[in-house]
T-cell receptor, first 115, second 115 residues
Framework: AQSVTQLGSHVSVSEGALVLLRCNYS??????LFWYVQYPNQGLQLLLK??????LVKGINGFEAEFKKSETSFHLTKPSAHMSDAAEYFC?????????????FGTGTSLTVIP | KAGVTQTPRYLIKTRGQQVTLSCSPI?????VSWYQQTPGQGLQFLFE???????NKGNFPGRFSGRQFSNSRSEMNVSTLELGDSALYLC??????????????FGPGTRLTVT
């Protein structure tokens, strides 16, 4: 069963425009949720995480995400895109029942920023 | 604090050979997870080690194996390499004191090419 779904494998935005990357999870119990970014030929870097504290989570580089239990969503946003935001973004979930510390990653969304 | 390191960064092997990849986690982290990343399959979980014990395992053939040492350093081994094993292999470490609540920190990866 797919634990994390990222809608849109490719997203293009103009520089200065709003960035919205979508992530939905499938779990009856709110899990722990994460967003990671991957630049070419590099590992994944943590942007932010949700661990049942505030539903609006602020991360690095101006990104934030809102946990919405009713919509089982954890979408990533940034008010104004920069050229340096062009990268691959992954949503991940952990803490699912009987899975130990295993992380489940979405298929990723490639963000292109148009000058 | 030093990040997760992986060696080697690049590797070229021939079909049928075997390979060993190494990962040194962040100091104090006892959990090490391994992932295979390919353009077609995305990020796939291989296995996780915690205190020298394999705690979780993904859906990979037995040719893929791993181990963790008492200093938390981990190695993964792939025997009888196939062309389809060409991928970026990522290692991630975590405190993992409370299951699922701690983020994973990724190394830069080892790019394996099988010819």
């Amino acid at each position: 069963a797919q634990s994390v779904t990222q809608l849109g494998s490719h997203v293009s935005v103009s520089e200065g425009a709003l960035v919205l990357l979508r992530c939905n999870y499938s779990s009856s119990v709110p899990p722990y949720l994460f967003w990671y970014v991957q630049y070419p030929n590099q590992g994944l870097q943590l942007l932010l995480k949700y661990t049942s504290a505030a539903t609006l989570v602020k991360g690095i580089n101006g990104f934030e995400a809102e946990f919405k239990k009713s919509e089982t969503s954890f979408h990533l946003t940034k008010p104004s895109a920069h050229m340096s935001d062009a990268a691959e973004y992954f949503c991940a979930v952990s803490g699912l029942a009987n899975t130990g510390n295993q992380f489940y990653f979405g298929t990723g969304t490639s963000l292109t920023v148009i000058p | 604090k030093a990040g997760v390191t992986q060696t080697p960064r690049y590797l070229i092997k021939t079909r049928g050979q075997q390979v060993t990849l190494s990962c040194s986690p962040i100091s104090g982290h006892r959990s090490v997870s391994w992932y295979q990343q390919t353009p077609g399959q995305g990020l796939q979980f291989l296995f996780e080690y915690f205190s020298e014990t394999q705690r979780n395992k993904g859906n990979f053939p037995g040719r893929f194996s791993g181990r963790q040492f008492s200093n938390s350093r981990s190695e993964m081994n792939v025997s009888t390499l196939e062309l389809g094993d060409s991928a970026l292999y990522l290692c991630a470490s975590s405190l993992s004191l409370n299951v699922g609540t701690y983020e994973q920190y990724f190394g830069p990866g080892t790019r394996l090419t099988v010819t």
